[in-house]
């Protein structure tokens, strides 16, 4: 918060996908509360991490994979994008740019590492012999099958709403001079760049005096500024 650090987090996870709920837990632990919103960046976009924010009436502001290409010409006129077609909610079944059905045939279950479930439907078309847009539709032999967590979509369209908000953008911007910021101080600026101890417990104590000396650093150089202006 203005480039304080509130709470951190050490993680042995190669990506960030699976850090954001530790991460929440870790915050809620050291401030007593949670945030109600989250601002990240597209590695935190998962359905998992959606839900989980949507389960603790967190406002997401946070993008998904697909998000800044969704926004280019290719992308929009891709006729294989199931997000170029139109689904019937009611009836349950989407139209493509050739205007055929495809129908649902089955559901299929994924678990996640941690336990999180996502749901995919499988629809299929009903025929796509002699379709003008085949080739630029799909490589696949015979009809086109497409596999979509519906969930899925739910959250990149609220997601995408936000984002898109005056408020949302503001705030993603915002991420940039925060976080950001932060992480070049400390690892540009200061040179931090490997850790001295080794373990997770020792790490994460070596990350604690980190973010409590940038704190001290950040607060000190304040105050510096509130005297000039104070002696101005
Ligand atoms: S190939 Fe099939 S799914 Fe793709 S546009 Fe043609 S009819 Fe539709």
């Known amino acids: 918060e203005n480039q304080f650090i509130l709470?951190?987090?050490?993680?042995?996870?190669?990506?960030?996908?699976?850090?954001l709920e530790p991460h929440m837990e870790k915050a809620q632990q050291i401030l007593g509360k949670l945030p109600k919103t989250v601002i990240a960046d597209a590695g935190y976009g998962s359905e998992e991490n959606y839900a989980y924010l949507e389960k603790k009436e967190i406002q997401a502001v946070v993008k998904y994979g697909s998000y800044h290409k969704e926004k280019s010409k290719a992308w929009k006129v891709n006729v294989g994008k199931i997000e170029n077609w139109t689904y019937n909610a009611a009836e349950d079944n989407w139209t493509c740019l050739a205007g055929k059905m495809l129908h649902f045939r089955r559901e299929s279950k994924e678990v996640s590492q941690s336990g999180y479930e996502i749901y995919k439907r499988h629809y299929r078309s009903q025929s796509c012999e002699g379709c003008p847009l085949k080739e630029r539709c799909t490589k696949a032999a015979?009809?086109?099958?497409?596999?979509?967590?519906?969930?899925?979509?739910?959250?990149?369209?609220?997601?995408?709403?936000?984002?898109?908000?005056?408020?949302?953008?503001?705030?993603?911007?915002?991420?940039?001079?925060?976080?950001?910021?932060?992480f070049g101080q400390l690892k540009n600026n200061r040179g931090f760049r490997r850790f001295l101890l080794r373990g997770m417990e020792k790490v994460t104590l070596e990350v604690g005096w980190l973010c409590l000396a940038h704190?001290?650093?950040?607060?000190?150089?304040?105050?510096q500024k509130q005297r000039a202006t104070f002696l101005q």
């Open 142 to 182: 015979g009809d086109r099958e497409v596999v979509v967590s519906l969930e899925r979509l739910r959250y990149q369209k609220q997601a995408r709403e936000i984002l898109r908000s005056k408020e949302g953008y503001g705030l993603a911007v915002r991420r940039m001079t925060e976080p950001e910021s932060v």
């Open 215 to 223: 704190n001290l650093l950040k607060q000190a150089a304040n105050d």
């Open 7 to 19: 709470a951190y987090s050490v993680h042995q996870r190669p990506t960030d996908t699976r850090c």
